[in-house]
C-alpha cells in the first residue's frame, strides 16, 4: 500500500503562482513514478506531469510546459508541482497518483494509488 496526501491547493489570482505538495509513505517508492493529474468540473480528469522517483526524469502536457514543474525529495518522500502563471482554466481539483508502469504515464488507469486531492481556484 501507499498512501499520498495534497496539500498547498488554494485560490490565487490569474498569473500567481501555487506549490503543491504530496507527501507519499508506505513502501519504498524508488521504483515508482509520480503523477499529477487535475480534474475540473464536468470534466475528465487529465495528465498534468510526471516524474521518475529514481532518476528524476520528468514528462508534462503541453497545456503546462513552461509554466509548471514537477519535483521530487527523496528525504522528505515529497513530490512537489510548482505552478507559475496560473490561469482560470487551470482551475480544478489536482490529484497526486503513483504508478509502477514505465510507459504512457499520462493515462489515469495506470496508476495504482490516488491521493484525496486538493482544490486550485485561479480566479481572472
Known amino acids: 500500500q501507499v498512501q499520498l496526501v495534497e496539500s498547498g491547493g488554494g485560490l490565487v489570482q490569474a498569473g500567481g503562482s501555487l506549490r503543491l505538495s504530496c507527501a507519499a509513505s508506505?513502501?519504498?517508492?524508488?521504483?515508482?513514478?509520480m503523477g499529477w493529474f487535475r480534474q475540473a468540473p464536468g470534466k475528465e480528469r487529465e495528465f498534468v506531469a510526471a516524474?521518475?522517483?529514481?532518476?528524476?526524469?520528468?514528462y508534462y502536457a503541453d497545456s503546462v510546459k513552461g509554466r509548471f514543474a514537477i519535483s521530487r525529495d527523496n528525504a522528505k518522500n515529497t513530490v512537489y508541482l510548482q505552478m507559475n502563471s496560473l490561469k482560470p482554466e487551470d482551475t480544478a481539483v489536482y490529484y497526486c497518483?503513483?504508478?509502477?508502469?514505465?510507459?504512457?504515464?499520462?493515462?489515469?488507469?495506470?496508476?495504482?494509488?490516488w491521493g484525496q486531492g486538493t482544490q486550485v481556484t485561479v480566479s481572472s
Open positions: 497518483a503513483s504508478t509502477k508502469a514505465r510507459s504512457r504515464l499520462y493515462l489515469s488507469e495506470n496508476y495504482d494509488y
Open positions: 508506505g513502501r519504498t517508492l524508488t521504483s515508482y513514478r
Open positions: 516524474i521518475s522517483w529514481s532518476v528524476g526524469s520528468t
